[in-house]
């Protein structure tokens, strides 16, 4: 499956930013979807990631502030990010699996600066 993300930019510090990932095919059948960041000179993290059955997981540094979200009609996953800190400046990337085959997304810049 072939992912595009958008929805990246520059914003403020306590500022909100929605990320939206579109597939190629339906979502519907694919158990895990995910969102991952990478800034300069770090691996890439989890940031989010929700399965079929609308389980999440938050990596620690920004749950309560992000929200990830699945819609199966349109083929999307979402990231709402809220209070937004500039150590959330990153490259965000989508990610799915199915089975043994997974899929990234080209990635999207958020910069979180005054």
């Known amino acids: 499956v072939q992912l595009q993300a958008s929805g990246g930019g520059l914003v403020q510090p306590g500022g909100s930013l929605r990320l939206s990932c579109a597939a190629s095919r339906s979502l519907f059948s694919i158990n895990t979807l995910a969102w991952y960041r990478q800034s300069p000179g770090n691996g890439r993290e989890l940031v989010a990631r929700?399965?079929?059955?609308?389980?999440?997981h938050y990596a620690v540094s920004v749950k309560g502030r992000f929200t990830i979200s699945r819609d199966n009609a349109k083929n999307t996953v979402n990231l709402q990010m809220g209070s937004l800190k500039p150590e959330d400046t990153a490259v965000y990337y989508c990610y799915v699996q199915s089975g043994t085959s997974t899929s990234w997304g080209q990635g999207t810049q958020v910069t979180v600066s005054s």
């Open positions: 929700i399965t079929s059955g609308g389980s999440t």
